[in-house]
């Protein structure tokens, strides 16, 4: 898999996030795949680290469950011959008590034979704390 084929592979990833196929999402990964935010905080119930496909299905669902996103735009990638790394423009609003947060994740996938086999994402989790607290 080249390096253009990596980037159209998580244009589509990011697509199906946007349009809730998690399925969809779920198809690009490895079935043994290692994913996480990379992250000490256990604020936010979409941090841990999962292992394959199901435990990433509960990732999206953590997330969505209890984040509304607003915003979700990819502003940059770069890629070589087995990741890709990227930068998003997150706006979103915890669905419990309406705080917002905006911030720009920094997302690294791994490529193995053509699928996703590990993802670590950081983000402002400061704003992610104060985003949960009462």
Request: hydrophobic content about 40%; aromatic content about 12%.
């Amino acid at each position: 898999m080249n390096e253009q084929s990596m980037i159209e592979t998580i244009r589509s990833v990011y697509a199906a996030f946007g349009s809730g196929d998690v399925p969809g999402i779920l198809a690009r990964l490895g079935d043994d795949v290692d994913w996480a935010s990379e992250t000490t905080s256990t604020a936010a119930p979409w941090y841990g680290v999962r292992h394959g496909k199901a435990e990433v299905a509960d990732f999206f669902e953590r997330f969505g469950s209890t984040m509304a996103v607003e915003e979700f735009t990819p502003l940059s990638f770069a890629a070589n011959d087995s990741d890709v790394l990227t930068v998003v423009r997150l706006r979103a609003t915890h669905r419990a008590n309406g705080k917002s947060l905006a911030m720009d994740l920094h997302h690294r996938f791994t490529f193995r034979d053509g699928k996703i086999v590990y993802y670590r994402g950081t983000e402002d989790t400061a704003q992610t704390e104060a985003a949960f607290r009462s």
